[in-house]
């Protein structure tokens, strides 16, 4: 089946980890994103990737970074930096970057010990 | 810079009656395009319906429909015969059409409960 995986479904953080997860498409779509969604908030852009090899930043890049060496992954680190990463966080992924439709994986929740 | 605005935290609905969702959006440019999301308990994100601001004619799939007002900068959504399966979280999202225009904008969201 065509979709968008994310994994671990939960993660745990102890202080001062840093933590990476998953986002894996075999949509063949170009373009990838992170978001974080917090209780009560719609999402927010952490990064995002057009092509393979490149990507930038979005508007809560700090504390995050992201690697883009294949078209299908696009793996999120959440360093520990990030003092506040208790989120649900969700990766997209589009045909092409700017006016295609985001579809979206099933989300990995994020909490800290 | 685009804002999102859901003025609604939650609704309610009888099962097979119909609901509105508001959203309304700000935004200086000219070409755009607009989305409703669907988060159900699960908690992902399932596009309902999309918008482009090019379009007079209102968008529509199946029991939802918008109504999109684009000099208001308003877009609502329509759920006809309500089902208990439509009970989630909604979130409208704006994404420019131009430049540089990389990322979805959306609202804080809807909370939707279908009553049977």
């Known amino acids: 089946d065509g979709g968008i995986t994310q994994s671990p479904k939960y993660l745990f953080r102890k202080e001062g980890q840093n933590v990476t997860l998953s986002c894996e498409q075999n949509?063949?779509?170009?373009?990838m994103y992170w978001y974080r969604q917090d209780p009560g908030q719609g999402l927010r852009l952490i990064y995002y990737s057009q092509i393979v090899n490149d990507f930038q930043k979005g508007d809560i890049a700090e504390g995050y970074s992201v690697s883009r060496e294949k078209k299908e992954s696009f793996p999120l680190t959440v360093t520990s930096a990030q003092k506040n990463p208790t989120a649900f966080y969700l990766c997209a992924s589009s045909i092409v970057w700017g006016r295609e439709t985001q579809y979206f994986g099933p989300g990995t929740r994020l909490l800290v010990l | 810079a685009q804002t999102v605005t859901q003025s609604q935290p939650e609704m309610s609905v009888q099962e097979a009656e119909t609901v509105t969702l508001s959203c309304t959006y700000d935004t200086s440019e000219s070409d755009y395009y607009l989305f409703w999301y669907k988060q159900p308990p699960s908690r992902q994100m399932i596009l309902v319906i999309r918008?482009?601001?090019?379009?007079?004619q209102n968008a529509t799939e199946n029991r939802f429909s918008v109504n999109f007002q684009k000099a208001a900068k308003s877009f609502s959504l329509k759920i006809s015969d309500s089902q208990l399966g439509d009970a989630a979280m909604y979130f409208c999202a704006y994404r420019s059409a131009e430049g540089g225009s990389e990322k979805l904008v959306f609202g804080k969201g809807t909370k939707l409960t279908v009553n049977p």
């Open positions: 918008q482009e601001a090019y379009k007079q």
């Open positions: 949509l063949n779509h170009d373009a």
